[in-house]
């Protein structure tokens, strides 16, 4: 590596800011001065341009993807005696919010193509459950892993004719889109993070939900302000304080005119990424009928030892890598518990992709020669 080289990063946060930093201080100078810290206009405005972008018709800022996740499930009154399935290659707050309420995640595989909830395996597991006859499948948590959507139409299907309950963990996806609808105007209620990574981002935690149906929406409102009713000290039912702030909503609305030229920016990497190692490693499926948000982008080797000779090489040329995920959910210690208590059947892809998977550098701000180096840097490990 010559020191006329840029350096590679994972995520890339500073060149975003730097086109931005002058609306960012003006937006925070606003919230200084007003000192409505909490819920003040920037949420609102916020809520209407996200409601506005994606086409669902409400939005409910939160404090994060989790919280809005246990918002969501809490407003279907989700807890003890109910199975929630989920796949089992996903980030662990998927599966720990239903353990909070009290209710058992049942863990679902995925499909090797396209890393989402295998439809198969899901009506399996479901069917599994009703014939144990322990617990009442309530809900699907649909997860659009890497930023790819699950396959919306089917798990919609599905939980109508099952009476459960459809929500879009769209952690990964913010912005993505299936046919000609985006994320967000899919499932019953979609859960969106915005943690400083994820395709729209602020800085430091937050979240919405976003949903077509008015009851759910006002349910949310009530519940991420510890359950009030019509005013602030009459207390319908138990909530939380999942409120988002101020300072974090002005972020988010200095970055949002961005997203649009960001999304393109990511495909064109991932496009990159895909001609330079074409013939070489297996790379990520497109999504033919929709938009592909590339909240990340992976790889998938032969092998273990594969992975870890690629990641040396890489490491070798100061080009970083991830793991997303080393360890299906099902397999962790907090859940292997959980796993055990209904339709415990194997989940082989989740855990073979475990082995095997591997994220590259994915940002809209990466230049082709930093594209070609992170191929090239791949291909020497191979
Ligand atoms: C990031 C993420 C979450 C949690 O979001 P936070 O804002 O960090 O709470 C949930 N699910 C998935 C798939 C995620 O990637």
């Not at 206009?41 to 809520?47: A, H, M, T, W, Y």
């Not at 970055?255 to 490693?281: F, H, M, S």
């Amino acid at each position: 590596m010559t020191t006329a080289q840029k350096p590679i990063a994972f995520f890339d946060m500073k060149a975003q800011q730097n086109l931005i930093r002058a609306d960012i201080d003006r937006r925070i100078a606003t919230v200084l001065d007003s000192g409505r810290f909490v819920m003040g206009p920037e949420v609102e405005e916020l809520e209407q341009k996200l409601a506005a972008y994606t086409g669902a018709a409400h939005c409910i800022g939160v404090s994060s993807g989790t919280d809005a996740l246990q918002i969501a499930m809490m407003a279907e009154d989700i807890g003890p005696g109910d199975a929630v399935f989920l796949p089992a290659f996903t980030y662990t707050a998927t599966a720990e919010v239903p353990l909070v309420l009290g209710a058992t995640p049942v863990f679902v595989d995925v499909e090797e193509s396209t890393f989402n909830i295998d439809l198969a395996d899901l009506k399996r597991r479901v069917a599994a459950v009703r014939k144990e006859g322990k617990l009442r499948p309530r809900a699907v948590v649909g997860v659009d892993l890497y930023g790819r959507a699950a396959d919306w139409p089917a798990i919609l299907k599905l939980c109508e004719d099952e009476k459960m309950f459809a929500l879009d963990d769209a952690a990964q996806a913010f912005g993505g889109a299936l046919g000609n609808k985006r994320l967000g105007a899919w499932a019953h209620a979609t859960a969106c993070s915005f943690y400083p990574t994820k395709t729209l981002g602020c800085y430091g935690d937050g979240g919405a939900i976003l949903t077509d149906d008015a009851d759910r929406a006002e349910l949310y409102r009530s519940l991420r302000q510890h359950g009030e009713g019509k005013s602030r000290y009459e207390v319908l039912r138990t909530g939380m304080n999942g409120r988002l702030d101020s300072m974090q909503a002005a972020v988010l609305l200095a970055k949002l005119p961005l997203l649009e030229g960001e999304l393109a920016a990511r495909d064109r990497v991932a496009q990159r990424y895909a001609a330079k190692l074409a013939g070489a490693v297996k790379t990520p499926a497109t999504l033919p009928d929709g938009v592909h948000a590339w909240g990340i982008y992976s790889i998938l080797l032969e092998s273990a030892a594969a992975r870890a000779k690629v990641q040396a090489a890489m490491q070798a040329q100061d080009v970083p890598s991830a793991i997303y995920y080393p360890r299906p959910l099902h397999k962790q210690p907090a859940y292997a518990a959980a796993h055990a208590q209904a339709a415990a059947g194997p989940l082989p892809v989740s855990e073979d992709l475990c082995e095997r998977i591997l994220c590259l550098p994915m940002h809209p701000y990466l230049d082709d020669a930093q594209v070609d180096r992170v191929a090239a840097a791949v291909r020497a490990g191979l």
